[in-house]
């Protein structure tokens, strides 16, 4: 319920945002008279034809969203490694789908509202001509956003962008740590230790299941995501109790800071978190090697946790 709460308020201070700071312009632009003078049939015909315009490219754009969002989930059956860069993705499109559908609604309501009110003795010339102004700029105000949402979703360059904020967002938690770069070098590198702990939670996982699995058959693995996926395999882990808790979020840092850098255009590798992942690979490999004293496995993680970590 919260979590709807905080959801609805997001939503609605940017809707109110939006039409604030339209309504400001429309006062500002009310004190120096009306935008243009027209006539009665220029009213009707113009804010009749708008409410069109945006009524229709909003069905595009809406038809477009539905067929945005089938693309970015095959791609992401495709490449699970995707899955944090079109989540974000997916929210931001939505965002920009519900504020334009907000802002078109309301153009709509207004320009119907003209057309009926036009011309009625009973409201001051001073508010005719503000809700002119008004609906006015919330018509460009309503392309402008139509086109900017269009754009968004055909720039070939989202995933990159959104693979380097992810990465700098990783990062922020190691605000002075440095960034080695020596010739791809540390990017091979993490890429290496990091295959190497996805294989090896695969093998231990698996065996934990019941399946019984050879160094060619956990290569194997790699196709096959669902078997293969570091995330499902710390929850295994966790399920039998050979990680904790704090190890599953540890690995979902490495998983999306190795997914960050490989969709990426920045290959410099933050100096703390390479290290923090040699070090996690040393600790699951001690406790791969002792993993069948299950009644002393829990003291042998404690005691490989504090000699590596501290």
Same mark, same amino acid.
């Given at each position: 319920?919260?979590?709807?709460?905080?959801?609805?308020?997001?939503?609605?201070?940017? +809707?109110?945002? /939006?039409?604030?700071?339209?309504? *400001?312009?429309?006062? =500002?632009?009310? %004190? !120096?008279?009306?935008?243009? @003078? #027209?006539?009665?049939?220029?009213?009707?015909?113009?804010?009749?034809?708008?409410?069109?315009?945006?009524?229709?490219?909003?069905?595009?754009?809406?038809?477009?969203?539905?067929?945005?969002?089938?693309?970015?989930?095959?791609?992401?059956?495709?490449?699970?490694?995707?899955?944090?860069?079109?989540?974000?993705?997916?929210?931001?499109?939505?965002?920009?789908?519900?504020?334009?559908?907000?802002?078109?609604?309301?153009?709509?309501?207004?320009?119907?509202?003209? +057309?009926?009110? /036009?011309?009625?003795?009973?409201? *001051?010339?001073?508010? =005719?001509?503000? %809700? !002119?102004?008004?609906?006015? @700029? #919330?018509?460009?105000?309503?392309?402008?956003?139509?086109?900017?949402?269009?754009?968004?979703?055909?720039?070939?360059?989202?995933?990159?962008?959104?693979?380097n904020k992810l990465k700098h967002e990783i990062e922020d938690t190691y605000k002075n740590a440095k960034t080695i770069d020596n010739n791809g070098a540390s990017y091979g590198k993490f890429m290496v230790k990091f295959n190497?702990?996805?294989?090896?939670?695969?093998?231990?996982?698996?065996?934990?299941?019941?399946?019984?699995?050879?160094?060619?058959?956990?290569?194997?693995?790699?196709?096959?995501?669902?078997?293969?996926?570091?995330?499902?395999?710390?929850?295994?882990?966790?399920?039998?109790?050979?990680?904790?808790?704090?190890?599953?979020?540890?690995?979902?840092?490495?998983?999306?800071?190795?997914?960050?850098?490989?969709?990426?255009?920045?290959?410099?590798?933050?100096?703390?978190?390479?290290?923090?992942?040699?070090?996690?690979?040393?600790?699951?490999?001690?406790?791969?090697?002792?993993?069948?004293?299950?009644?002393?496995?829990?003291?042998?993680?404690?005691?490989?946790?504090?000699?590596?970590?501290?």
């Open positions: 319920m919260q979590k709807v709460k905080n959801y609805i308020k997001r939503k609605t201070t940017g +809707i109110s945002t /939006y039409i604030i700071l339209i309504i *400001l312009i429309t006062l =500002v632009m009310t %004190l !120096f008279g009306p935008l243009m @003078i #027209l006539t009665e049939n220029q009213i009707l015909y113009v804010f009749s034809a708008s409410a069109q315009v945006v009524a229709g490219l909003y069905g595009l754009t809406l038809t477009g969203y539905i067929f945005y969002h089938s693309k970015l989930e095959g791609r992401l059956d495709n490449d699970d490694t995707l899955e944090d860069q079109i989540t974000e993705i997916k929210v931001q499109s939505y965002e920009a789908q519900y504020t334009v559908g907000i802002l078109s609604g309301v153009f709509i309501f207004l320009s119907i509202s003209i +057309i009926f009110l /036009y011309n009625q003795s009973f409201l *001051l010339p001073s508010f =005719v001509e503000f %809700l !002119f102004n008004l609906t006015s @700029i #919330l018509f460009f105000f309503d392309v402008y956003m139509i086109i900017k949402l269009s754009l968004s979703a055909v720039n070939p360059n989202r995933i990159k962008d959104l693979s190497m702990l996805n294989e090896l939670m695969a093998k231990y996982s698996h065996e934990l299941e019941g399946n019984k699995i050879t160094t060619l058959e956990a290569n194997s693995l790699k196709k096959n995501k669902r078997l293969y996926n570091i995330s499902d395999l710390a929850e295994i882990l966790y399920i039998h109790e050979i990680i904790s808790k704090d190890d599953i979020e540890l690995i979902d840092m490495f998983r999306k800071y190795r997914n960050a850098i490989a969709h990426g255009t920045e290959m410099e590798i933050n100096e703390n978190i390479f290290e923090s992942l040699e070090k996690y690979y040393s600790l699951f490999e001690g406790i791969y090697q002792v993993r069948d004293d299950v009644d002393n496995r829990r003291a042998a993680y404690s005691k490989l946790r504090n000699e590596i970590f501290e």
